[in-house]
């Protein structure tokens, strides 16, 4: 069975401090794909980023950084010096290879406060 | 890029009445669209799987009889809630992915935010 475990309810920042979003997986298959969405108040879900298990690169675009290790089955988003602007609910997501559903943790909601 | 297109974006009605929501791929076809919904404060869960030409395939738990959907054609998939009660309040958001993006991720409507009164 897969599920992704986000731990982190809630978080709170002051606006240009680093933040870091914690995400565990659990999966028996040995390829499989992870996502991160961001969700704004406004409801619709924006890709962040797709990374494929066989690819533990990490990755770094602009202020956010996505840090994979497989041997403790995690995925864990930093974004640097956030800003008010990244204030929303952030999902991490699983879909193994083959499969065309998404399985989604329950969401970080993140608030930065000016 | 691939688009899906999802109305309407807010729903507010009385109780009783019967719901439509429409899902549109606007740049591909899709054989395959997917119905969450989103409790408020809580994550994405599926409800159901659409296919082209077939019979939806359900999740646990959920009821077909309540949530009727329809993939009449290649880009449209529709989700009606059928006798909506209060307790069916909620967001409902469908996303499908281009057939030649089999590693890519799915893309998702804007959502339909349902209210029943």
């Known amino acids: 069975a897969q599920k992704v475990t986000q731990a982190q309810t809630e978080i709170s920042v002051v606006e240009k401090e680093d933040v870091t979003l914690d995400c565990v997986y659990e999966?028996?298959?040995?390829?499989?794909?992870l996502f991160w969405y961001k969700q704004p108040p406004s409801g619709e879900l924006v890709f962040l980023i797709r990374?494929?298990?066989?690819?533990?690169q990490n990755e770094i675009s602009g202020r956010y950084s996505w840090n994979f290790q497989k041997s403790t089955s995690s995925f864990n988003f930093t974004i640097t010096a956030s800003q008010v602007v990244d204030s929303a609910v952030y999902f991490c997501?699983?879909?193994?290879?083959?499969?065309?559903?998404?399985?989604f943790g329950t969401g970080t909601r993140l608030t930065v406060i000016p | 890029g691939a688009v899906v297109s999802q109305h309407p974006s807010r729903v507010i009605c009385k109780s009783g009445t019967s719901v439509k929501i429409e899902c549109r791929s606007l740049?591909?076809?899709?054989?395959?669209m997917f119905w969450y919904r989103q409790f408020p404060k809580q994550s994405l869960m599926l409800m159901a799987t659409?296919?082209?030409?077939?019979?939806?395939?359900?999740e646990q738990g959920v009821e077909k009889d309540k949530f009727l959907i329809n993939h009449a054609s290649l880009t449209l998939s529709t989700l009606t809630v059928t006798s909506a009660h209060p307790e069916d309040s909620s967001f409902y958001i469908c996303?499908?992915?281009?057939?030649?993006?089999?590693?890519?991720?799915?893309?998702f409507g804007d959502g339909t935010r349902l209210s029943i009164l």
């Open positions: 996303s499908a992915r281009p057939p030649w993006e089999s590693n890519q991720p799915q893309h």
């Open positions: 740049d591909f076809q899709a054989t395959t």
């Open positions: 659409s296919n082209e030409g077939s019979k939806a395939t359900y």
């Open positions: 990374r494929n298990s066989f690819d533990e």
């Open positions: 999966t028996r298959d040995t390829t499989y794909y």
């Open positions: 997501a699983l879909r193994r290879a083959g499969a065309n559903n998404l399985f």
